[in-house]
């Protein structure tokens, strides 16, 4: 079956940065597109970024030219470098794949930004 477990979330200031991964199996992973959600408390869960089969990225404009979206076939493992880290970046940063018509997701891994 299909799993996604989340790593890497964590509690840092303002500025700083962190890598979250996501370790992907069950599903032919090199061909699928990876994305990253958020959610803040009390807030609907929203669009962070988004890798392709052929490593083309998406971001939202919240995070776009702070943030960097990878992947590594080799390990099923897509990554989320998140730099220059603000208060309203935390969330849990849940992993997504749509694979077969249906939506997967991981547990989800809380990263908190300080001010």
């Known amino acids: 079956q299909v799993q996604l477990v989340e790593s890497g979330g964590a509690l840092v200031q303002t500025g700083e940065s962190l890598r979250l991964s996501c370790a992907a199996s069950?599903?032919?992973?090199?061909?699928?597109?990876m994305s990253w959600y958020r959610q803040a408390a009390g807030r609907e869960r929203e669009f962070v970024s988004r890798i392709g089969p052929q490593r083309f990225a998406e971001y939202s404009d919240s995070v776009k030219g702070r943030f960097a979206v990878g992947r590594d076939n080799a390990v099923n493992t897509v990554y989320l470098q998140m730099n220059n880290l603000k208060p309203y970046d935390t969330a849990v940063y849940y992993c997504?794949?749509?694979?077969?018509?249906?939506?997967?997701w991981g547990q989800g891994t809380q990263v908190t930004v300080s001010s």
């Open positions: 997504n794949v749509g694979y077969r018509g249906r939506a997967y």
């Open positions: 069950g599903f032919p992973f090199g061909g699928y597109a």
